[in-house]
Nanobody
Framework: QVQLVESGGGAVQAGGSLRLSCAAS????????MGWFRQAPGKEREFVAG????????YYGDSVKGRFTISRDRAKNTVYLQMNGLKPGDTAVYYC?????????????????WGQGTQVTVSS
């Protein structure tokens, strides 16, 4: 059974940082693009960041560009999201996602497998 397990969420004050991790189990995703999405209460799920299967290409939602960085360790089957300069508007449940088709680039419309999410709360 494929599982994507997020960790690293929590509560932080505005301007602070958090690093989310997503560990995959049940199969390897080393040849698959990975990404992060988020969903705030009452809002639709929003693309945050994506990274290609090689790690050589990254994509970001407009609201997080310049503040968040996605990276991956293919050997550890893990993807990370470094979040700096956090704002109250970043408060949401953050979900790790995987593109089930291998060898693709991490664009927002490619993801089809999801984790259970981790809560990030930013206070002003």
């Amino acid at each position: 059974q494929v599982q994507l397990v997020e960790s690293g969420g929590g509560a932080v004050q505005a301007g602070g940082s958090l690093r989310l991790s997503c560990a995959a189990s049940g199969r390897t995703f080393s040849n698959n693009a990975m990404g992060w999405f988020r969903q705030a209460p009452g809002k639709e799920r929003e693309f945050v960041a994506g990274i290609s299967w090689t790690g050589g290409s990254t994509y970001y939602g407009d609201s997080v560009k310049g503040r968040f960085t996605i990276s991956r360790d293919r050997a550890k089957n893990t993807v990370y999201l470094q979040m700096n300069g956090l704002k109250p508007g970043d408060t949401a449940v953050y979900y790790c996602a995987a593109d089930l088709t291998p060898f693709r680039d991490g664009r927002p419309d490619r993801f089809g497998s999801w984790g259970q999410g981790t809560q990030v709360t930013v206070s002003s």
